[in-house]
């Protein structure tokens, strides 16, 4: 792909994150995406041939970029503190997910797209967190499917009536402290 | 209401309280209600006029059992032990509002019902959590609102594919941790 193609691509892909959040992804309107992202509605049906191919492409785009971010803080020191970042954008995440899994769900390859994008997530969430649990910054006893499934749950939470206007990152704190080491004895 | 009457209503409401959980309460059948309760079903109609109303009367003797327990167990010492086992309640509860609410809320006086239990909720959460943070037995910093959001979202994540058999128990484990007072400088 050319470099302009390329760019005009990311910038669908983005304008399409920003509709799908404000209107619903049943909603979107394929003509606001293009405008918003500057390039005809040619160009949009020439990456995207359908609303699901769309669809599914912001999807995978928001799952690589979780990757790429977990790969990015597994450089850093120290390991609790990459998996902690990387959990709040893992919550970030589930927010964006909630928007558009109805929509996608229901497209023929749901099975495909979804098993691919949850094993990038899983193992992207596994290497931080045995990387914590190794150097003792984070407790032995939970695994990826308490993190994953954490996160997950704290988004919808979040997102309940009368919650705090800050309800996930009041929740996200009190799981952090929870996920260190516990002094023995206490529970 | 004579002991026997009393001993009926109750019976019905624990025995629509397992339908409900089994079938779900849209599909649940009066007649297997009022034979498993051991009436007959006009002893049921006699107590409940509607399906709406014996799901309305489930849903509060959920609360006041709720509320009950609270009540026993802030004789209790230490408090923080106290909060705990009514959280496990909780979280037990927000369960069976899931399996109930649907339902609940189509009906004409769902906002009276749900308010009055949520307003019943909150004042024994809220006195639990006073005294264990009076006594030191929890971190200042979070509120009854957090503490509601935390166990649905407990209930939410157990509930999800893939999790693991015990997923409510392990997590609510961790955030247990979570509430505890943190040793300073450690955030």
């Not at 302009?4 to 399409?16: H, P, T």
């Amino acid at each position: 792909m050319r470099a302009d193609a390329r760019r005009n691509r990311q910038r669908l892909l983005d304008a399409a994150l920003q509709v799908y959040a404000e209107r619903g992804a049943d909603d979107a309107s394929l003509d606001e995406i293009a405008r918003r992202a500057g390039v005809g509605i040619g160009t949009l049906y020439r990456h995207f041939p359908t609303r699901q191919a769309l669809l599914e492409a912001v999807y995978r785009d928001q799952v690589e970029e979780l990757c790429a971010t977990a790969r990015e803080l597994a450089g850093q020191t120290p390991p609790g503190q990459a998996l902690e970042r990387w959990l709040r954008a893992l919550m970030a995440f589930a927010t964006t997910k909630k928007n558009l899994s109805t929509a996608l769900m229901s497209g023929p390859d749901k099975s495909e797209v979804a098993m691919s994008c949850s094993t990038m997530v899983r193992e992207a969430a596994a290497g931080l967190l045995a990387e914590a649990q190794r150097t003792g910054q984070v407790r032995g006893d939970v695994d990826v499917v308490d993190l994953l499934r954490m996160s997950h749950a704290l988004a919808i939470a979040a997102d309940m009536p009368h919650s705090h206007p800050d309800q996930g990152e009041r929740l996200m704190s009190v799981l952090l402290d929870g996920l260190r080491p516990q002094p023995p004895g206490q529970s």
